[in-house]
Each structure stands twice: as C-alpha cells, then as structure tokens.
C-alpha cells in the first residue's frame, strides 16, 4: 500500500486543521492505520490509530479530547481532525499501516513506529502562539 499525507500548514494556537491520508494499492480495510508525528529533534511519537473497520481508535494523551482519527474504507481515506491546537503540536505528521492486527493489541505496541510496516511522507504543522 502506497500513503499520501495531506493538509498541513501553518494555524494560530486554538484553531484547526484536518489531515488527510489516502492509500492506493490493496484496500486500505486490510490495515490498522494511524498517525505519528516528529518535531524537529525529537523521536517520532504516536499520536492515534484506528482499526480495520473504524470501530476502535486509540489516542496518545497528549491529544486526547482534542484530535480525532476516522476512517473512510470506501474512498481508502483516513483523517485527523485537530481542533484546540497548541504550540506543541508542531511537528510532521505522518500517517501509517499495519496489515497484521495481532502485532498492535497492546497500547505499548501501537505506539511504537516499529510496529508499522508502512509510512507516507508527512505533512508539516505549525502551530504559532
């Protein structure tokens, strides 16, 4: 599956920006997806994951109350609603997959980028104060 990240720019702190992840190649319903983001000198961090079908998603606390992951399996597309912005949002984000379910069942897994086997370029948010 080949990812195509989309929507960044730049937003005062409190706005909102919605990002979008298109996937080509095998339906995008085979694969657990997700979002990571990376600020310039920091580790590349979760932020959320969705399942196959969209009925559980999965948020680091940092975003949680604030972001939200959806999915849209019949146009291949998955989403990020981020609203309340923060300066600490800044960062690429970058979405994911994972066509095997079972390597994401604990919440230590899913945050890892080591458990994703696939990664779209990333789109750049900045968030100004």
Request: aromatic share 10%; glycine share 12%.
């Amino acid at each position: 599956v080949q990812l195509q990240a989309s929507g960044g720019g730049l937003v005062q702190a409190g706005g909102s920006l919605r990002l979008s992840c298109g996937a080509s190649g095998r339906p995008s319903s085979y694969y657990v997806m997700g979002w990571f983001r990376q600020a310039p000198g920091k580790e590349r961090e979760f932020v959320a994951a969705v399942s196959k079908m969209g009925g559980n998603t999965y948020y680091a606390n940092s975003v949680k109350g604030r972001f939200t992951i959806s999915r849209d399996n019949a146009k291949s597309d998955m989403y990020l609603q981020m609203n309340s912005l923060k300066p600490e949002d800044t960062a690429v984000y970058y979405c994911t997959a994972e066509a095997n379910a079972g390597t994401l069942l604990s919440s230590r897994a899913r945050s890892s980028p080591r458990s994703y086997e696939y990664w779209g370029e990333g789109t750049l948010v900045t968030v100004s104060s």
